[in-house]
Nanobody
């Protein structure tokens, strides 16, 4: 079992920045961020392997950066140039695979979610 605790969400104006953090209770090989906007399905945002390989959704490339501190079992999502369409609940997820998966079913553990609201 892995406990994931997210933090860093909030309200920000369009063009602003936020940094999300997710602390895991133990080491995990694969970590990712997903988001779910009202009335929409949950979608992948970014993923990172233990070695630091990363993947991003096209909608956030160039604006969001995922990183991890393996010593602290923590993953971060630095979000810049935020847009109103980035408004969603952001979920941290962890998996045991070493491959850079973005599919939800490859992640075994999920955080409770943190709200990000971008005002226009």
């Amino acid at each position: 079992q892995v406990l994931l605790v997210e933090s860093g969400g909030g309200l920000v104006q369009a063009g602003g920045s936020l940094r999300l953090s997710c602390a895991a209770s133990r080491r995990t090989r694969l970590m990712g961020w997903f988001r779910q906007a009202p009335g929409k399905e949950r979608e992948p945002v970014a993923a990172i392997t233990w070695s630091g390989r990363t993947s991003y959704a096209d909608s956030v490339k160039g604006r969001f950066t995922i990183s991890r501190d393996n010593a602290e079992n923590t993953v971060y999502l630095q979000m810049t140039s935020l847009r109103p369409e980035d408004t969603a609940v952001y979920y941290c997820a962890a998996g045991s695979d070493s491959y850079l998966y973005t599919q939800e079913n490859k992640y075994d553990f999920w955080g409770q979610g943190t709200q990000v609201t971008v005002s226009s």
